[in-house]
């Protein structure tokens, strides 16, 4: 079980403060807030949490919900760092939580491969992991407690049944995310599922609006008859936007555009009809989080998946829906 924690070598190393010079010594990403790494005395459960990197307004929303709700009046320790949408920084953080023997890790993986022997390191260390967001592809037996975050490929479908019934004759550009993460490689599986026949061309702009940008500009040269770009993330999409008018056209007339995320930018984009529909990617579950990293830590019974709500917004949408979105 997990919640009866082994006290490994690494543990008590960790006791000595060994572990606390490590986290300060940083240099695999940006430690946004750092808790004491103490030894927990005054019973608040000690979180090792790894984001994945700030690229994008989802993930500076969903950032701050998961620091809205870890926080020490919510009987948590946090130690939050940020791995600038590198691996190798999520991977360090990682083995810095296990020589702290914190109570919890929590991650969201920037890409699903790769994490075999951190993983393993984590289980011989008996610490419990809880996934957020995104998901791994592992080889290691029962690498994670639970998991909490989005059903992307649920996310692509839902925008390829959109595409079929309202543009069953677009040429389309798939901006895809991050190559390798689960948000990527599910909502390509979704999209594709229901459209795939009309996409003409794909490259990734990383979630980012500047590479988002970046590849749409290479594509309006590579694919001039697209009429449409399925985009994975809204960041995307407005680099898209940007691109598009640059070339002395039309988004959301010349060229359709269907995205994920509805951050408040998106459905402005949405409501200035440069967007024509946006599937929801919900970031703001920091509150269920919360109560599942509770209830692990506890050794309570819990979900081994968590889908968050989401739903989805066509141009009816009103600046006023706009204007109350909480980010
Ligand atoms: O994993 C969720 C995705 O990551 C969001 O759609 C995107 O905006 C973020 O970068």
Redesign the pocket.
């Known amino acids: 079980m997990f919640h009866a924690k082994r006290r490994t070598f690494l543990s008590i190393v960790a006791s000595t403060g060994l572990a606390l010079s490590l986290a300060a010594c940083g240099g695999g990403g940006d430690t946004a807030q750092a808790g004491s790494g103490g030894d927990g005395g005054d019973g608040a459960i000690r979180v090792g949490y790894s984001q994945l990197g700030a690229?994008?307004?989802?993930?500076t929303a969903n950032t701050e919900s998961v620091q809205q709700n870890l926080t020490a009046d919510n009987g948590f320790d946090l130690t939050f760092v940020d791995a600038q949408q590198k691996q190798e920084n999520q991977i360090k953080a990682l083995r810095d939580f296990v020589a702290q023997d914190v109570d919890v890790i929590a991650f969201?993986p920037v890409v699903e491969t790769g994490w075999d022997d951190v993983l393993q390191e984590i289980k011989d260390a008996g610490i419990p992991v809880v996934l957020v967001?995104?998901t791994v592809d592992t080889t290691v037996e029962d690498p994670y407690v639970t998991h909490i975050g989005?059903d992307f490929k649920a996310e692509g479908t839902k925008a390829g049944d959109w595409v079929e019934e309202n543009a069953p004759d677009a040429k389309i550009f798939e901006l895809q995310?991050t190559l390798g993460?689960?948000?990527q490689v599910d909502r390509e599986e979704g999209f594709d599922g229901v459209v795939g026949s009309q996409v003409i061309g794909k490259a990734s702009g990383n979630?980012t609006r500047a590479e988002g940008r970046t590849a749409t500009e290479a594509a309006l040269q590579a694919y001039p008859d697209m009429t449409m770009i399925f985009t994975?993330?809204?960041?995307m999409g407005l680099g898209a936007v940007e691109a598009i008018e640059a070339a002395g056209k039309k988004p959301g007339t010349d060229i359709q555009i269907v995205s994920?995320?509805a951050v408040r930018d998106g459905l402005q984009a949405l409501v200035d009809k440069k967007f024509n529909y946006v599937v929801e990617?919900n970031p703001a579950f920091g509150d269920q989080l919360a109560e599942l990293i509770k209830k692990v830590h506890d050794g309570e019974d819990v979900p081994k998946e968590t889908v968050v709500e989401e739903t989805a917004f066509d141009q009816t949408i009103t600046q006023a829906e706009v204007d109350a979105r909480p980010y």
């Open positions: 690229e994008s307004g989802w993930r969201s967001d995104r989005s995310g993460s689960g948000a979630f994975h993330n809204d960041d994920v995320d990617c």
